[in-house]
C-alpha cells in the first residue's frame, strides 16, 4: 500500500533539511522570526481578539474615497499605475511625504527622499547599507519587535540601551559608547523610535534629544530615527522630531502611511544624506526594482482631496477612547501586582506582571481562550521581558478591548493562584515596586499600578 501524502510530505521534509543545510548561508544561522507575523494566521481568525498586531483601524477610512480613488487612477492613469516606475519613487508622492514631515516642522531636500515598500523596508534597506557581520548597533530597550529580526540577519552585534519615562537613558548610551570606545569599536548607527515608542509608549524628552543630537555631531555618529507615530498625538505638546533638532546631517528618517493611511498599500520613506541616499539606492534595486506604482498613485489621489489632516486627527480621537477603554479595563482585570505605561499618542501600551509570570507561556495559554498579545521578549535580543507584554489598541473596537483584557486578566490570575499553591507564598512585587520591575528587570517606566484611581 503507498505511503499516505502526509507522511511522504514529513519523510522529504526530513530529507530536504538534510540535503541542503550545508547550501545556507552562515546568517540564516542568526535570523529571527518577527513575533507579529507569527501570530498573523491565529489572530486572522474572526474568533480571536487580537491586542498583538500594530494594527490601525483601516475600517475607518470612507469606502466612497476610496472607491473615488481607484475610479479616478482607472478613468485617467491606468497605463503608467499599471507600469513600473523610477526606483526613488515619483516625485508627486514625495510631495505628499514633503507634506507629512513637514506637518512635524521638517522640511527635507525631496533629493534625499526615497519611497519604500512600507516603513519595514526601510529599515532593511539601512541595515542593508550600513551593517557588516559583527558591527554595533545601539537601541532602546525595548525596542520596536520588528527591528530586532532585522539586526539579526545581517549579524549585527545589537546593544540595547535601557529607557525610562523620558524615553531612552542617554547618560546610559554616553557609557555604552565609552565603553566601545576602550575596545576601539564604533557603533554603525543608534535606532531609536523617539515618539510614543514601540513598544513601549514612551517619548524621549527635548532634553534628550538635543542631548542625542548633540552626541552624534561631536563623533560622527548617525542616529537611524523612526517614527511611524509622531501625528497620531493625543495630550501633550509635540516635540521636535530628531531630523530637524539635527538637520539631516547625521540622522536617518523614516516614516510611513502605514498607521496613517493603511498598512496594505505598503508605503514608507527614508531620508538620508546623498552618499548614504546613493548605497540605499543600489539597495532598494536589488530588492525590489521599485515601490508599487499603483499605491503610489493612489496615495497621490488621496492627498489631492485635501482632507488627510482631518482624517488624521479623526483617528487620533478614536484612539485616544480606544486607550482610555484599555487602561481602564487594566485597572480593573489586571492584579495590583500589574504595572503598565499610559502613552500621549501611539497604538500601544506595555504592561508587566510580576516575574515568575512568562508571557510566552502565557500567550499559548491565552490563545486557548482566543486573545493574544505581543510577549515582551520580542523586543529583546537577551531574553529580557519575559515577564512584560506589548499590548494595541487601536486595531480592535472598545468592547473587544475590554473583553480581551477580561481574558488575559483571568489567565493571569490562574497562574498566580498557581504559583501560590506551589510555593505558599502570595505572589507580591520585588522590593522596589512597579518601577524597580520595570517590565524589564531593571528598566524604569511610567507604569501605574492597577489599583491606582484617576485617568
Keep these: 500500500m503507498p505511503e499516505p501524502p502526509h507522511r511522504r510530505r514529513a519523510h522529504t521534509r526530513t530529507q530536504d533539511l538534510e540535503r541542503y543545510a550545508g547550501l545556507f548561508a552562515e546568517r540564516t544561522g542568526v535570523m529571527r522570526s518577527s513575533a507579529m507575523r507569527d501570530l498573523m494566521a491565529i489572530t486572522a481568525r474572526p474568533e480571536v481578539i487580537s491586542l498583538a498586531g500594530g494594527l490601525p483601524d483601516t475600517s475607518t477610512f470612507p469606502p466612497k474615497s476610496f472607491a473615488a480613488q481607484m475610479t479616478r487612477i482607472a478613468q485617467e492613469s491606468a497605463a503608467e499605475a499599471l507600469q513600473y516606475g523610477p526606483t526613488e519613487g515619483f516625485e508627486e508622492t514625495v510631495d505628499c511625504i514633503l507634506q507629512v514631515m513637514g506637518a512635524e516642522g521638517m522640511l527635507p531636500d525631496p533629493q534625499d527622499v526615497i519611497v519604500t515598500t512600507g516603513g519595514q523596508q526601510a529599515i532593511d534597506l539601512v541595515a542593508k ?257 519575559r515577564n512584560s507584554m506589548r499590548l494595541n489598541f487601536s486595531g480592535v473596537g472598545e468592547d473587544e478591548i475590554r473583553e480581551g483584557i477580561s481574558r488575559i486578566g483571568k489567565v493571569i490570575a490562574e497562574q498566580m493562584d498557581l504559583y501560590g499553591a506551589l510555593t505558599r507564598e502570595h505572589p507580591h512585587m520585588p522590593a522596589g515596586g512597579a518601577e524597580d520591575m520595570g517590565g524589564i528587570d531593571s528598566l524604569v517606566l511610567p507604569f501605574k499600578k492597577a489599583a491606582e484611581g484617576g485617568p
Design 129 to 385: 547599507t550600513l551593517v557588516d557581520p559583527g558591527d554595533v548597533v545601539i537601541c532602546e530597550a525595548p525596542t520596536y519587535p520588528g527591528a530586532v529580526p532585522v539586526f539579526c540577519s545581517y549579524q549585527a552585534e545589537v546593544v540595547q540601551v535601557e529607557c525610562d519615562q523620558d524615553g531612552m537613558r542617554i547618560e546610559d548610551l554616553e557609557e555604552v559608547l565609552g565603553e566601545l570606545d576602550a575596545e576601539g569599536r564604533r557603533p554603525k548607527f543608534v535606532y531609536s523610535v523617539p515618539t510614543f515608542q514601540n513598544p513601549a509608549g514612551v517619548t524621549m524628552s527635548l532634553d534628550r534629544r538635543r542631548r542625542l543630537i548633540e552626541l552624534a555631531r561631536s563623533r560622527e555618529m548617525l542616529v537611524v530615527e523612526d517614527n511611524p507615530y509622531g501625528l497620531l498625538r493625543y495630550e501633550g505638546e509635540a516635540l521636535e522630531p530628531l531630523y530637524k533638532l539635527d538637520g539631516g546631517d547625521y540622522v536617518l528618517y523614516l516614516g510611513t502611511f502605514s498607521k496613517i493611511l493603511s498598512p496594505g498599500i505598503r508605503l514608507g520613506w527614508l531620508c538620508a544624506p546623498p552618499p548614504v541616499m546613493e548605497k540605499v539606492v543600489l539597495g532598494k534595486q536589488a530588492a525590489d526594482l521599485c515601490t508599487s506604482t499603483l499605491t503610489q498613485y493612489f496615495v497621490r489621489e488621496y492627498f489631492a482631496e485635501g482632507r488627510w489632516r482631518e482624517y488624521i486627527e479623526s483617528l487620533a480621537e478614536l484612539y485616544r477612547h480606544r486607550r482610555d477603554v484599555m487602561v481602564a479595563a487594566l485597572r480593573e482585570f489586571f492584579p495590583a501586582e500589574a504595572a503598565w505605561t499610559e502613552p500621549g499618542g501611539g497604538l500601544f501600551i506595555w504592561a508587566t506582571l510580576p516575574d515568575f509570570i512568562d508571557t510566552g507561556d502565557l500567550l499559548a495559554r491565552a490563545l486557548r481562550d482566543d486573545v493574544a498579545f505581543v510577549p515582551g521578549q520580542a523586543a529583546y535580543v537577551d531574553g529580557r521581558g
